[in-house]
């Protein structure tokens, strides 16, 4: 039925395809995995040119991430972000001993590993014919099929009705590349896209998916208070889902001004909410008894989120 596409879609790939990517040309399943957990909120430039590589050298394998504590899995994370990846990550190292489950359907039992995920390690790493459904392969089919509801079933189906199960594995590929190179969110390329003749929504790619409504930004303004002792600053490891396992300085949200000495203020942007803190010293040896004491140079090597690194900033 889709045999015509699938010969442009082919054809396309074998010209624009990046084939080149490291991660493309391995079938170590514990790579495709890394890179397939690091591309799900990230960028592939950013992924390639500061995280994968390095992350790699510090663990070569899976049974290395599984061996190390998760603090260490944490601080090569730092900068990465949304860092319930990087503890699923730890989790799922420890669980499978550094041996990855060969198919989707074990994948899929493992933390922090969606279909998707699974399909997409299964299919790369073991070549198992599945489509993959990844944030750039929906928006394609939104558009191609014109489904406007952002309806996961739906979705699923018609990845299963348009995946050439001639060329898997090139198929997928060539999904990824179109969507992040031509079947742009905002400005899709449809005059040298594979997909023009068939395309149902390209007349008004915009309406598909249906457009988000969008919320306002929440504003969290608590204080951060440094305490110092002896020379020495505390820092609790945060417990909620969101940072979990980073360390950070101590954050009220009512304090007594009077009790510190104001340092400055910080900003940060979350993707759910946005954190705008004075930050205050206090000198004082009672803290919350999650608090440890660092030295200042103990604290390089923690892993601390990207507000905590600007309040570092402050004091250093
Ligand atoms: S023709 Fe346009 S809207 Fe349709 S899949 Fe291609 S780039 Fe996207």
């Known amino acids: 039925m889709h045999n015509k596409i699938h010969h442009s879609l082919m054809q396309w790939y074998k010209i624009h395809g990046r084939h080149d990517l490291p991660w493309r040309i391995t079938n170590n399943p514990y790579k495709i995995y890394l890179s397939e957990i690091m591309l799900q909120q990230t960028q592939v430039k950013t992924v390639l040119e500061r995280f994968y590589f390095p992350f790699l050298e510090k663990f070569p394998t899976l049974l290395d991430v599984a061996k190390s504590d998760l603090d260490d899995v944490l601080k090569m994370w730092e900068g990465l972000g949304y860092y319930t990846r990087a503890k699923n990550l730890h989790t799922t190292a420890q669980k499978c001993q550094g041996d990855l489950p060969k198919n ?53 189906k018609a990845a299963y009705e348009l995946f050439d199960t001639k060329y898997p594995f090139e198929y997928n590929q060539a999904m990824m590349d179109i969507g992040s190179m031509v079947c742009l969110a905002k400005k899709p390329l449809c005059d040298v896209c594979p997909f023009e003749k068939g395309c149902e929504g390209k007349s008004a790619p915009q309406n598909f998916p249906e457009p988000k409504i969008k919320k306002i930004k929440p504003v969290r303004k608590p204080t951060i208070v440094v305490y110092t002792h002896n020379g020495k600053i505390a820092l609790s490891q945060r417990k909620e889902r969101f940072l979990h396992g980073l360390w950070g300085f101590v954050q009220y949200e009512t304090f007594e001004e009077n009790e510190g000495v104001l340092l400055g203020h910080i900003t940060q942007h979350y993707s759910h909410f946005t954190l705008d803190a004075d930050v205050y010293k206090c000198e004082s040896e009672y803290v919350n008894e999650e608090c440890e004491w660092f030295a200042p140079s103990e604290i390089n090597h923690l892993s601390l989120s990207g507000a905590d690194h600007k309040v570092l900033k402050l004091i250093v």
């Open 104 to 156: 989707a359907s074990e994948l899929l039992e493992l933390p922090g590993i969606g279909r998707s995920t699974a399909h997409a390690i299964s299919a790369f790493a073991y070549k198992e014919a599945l489509p993959i459904l990844d944030a750039n392969v929906k928006r394609i089919l939104h558009r191609y099929f014109a489904i406007e509801a952002r309806d996961e079933k739906k979705l699923w």
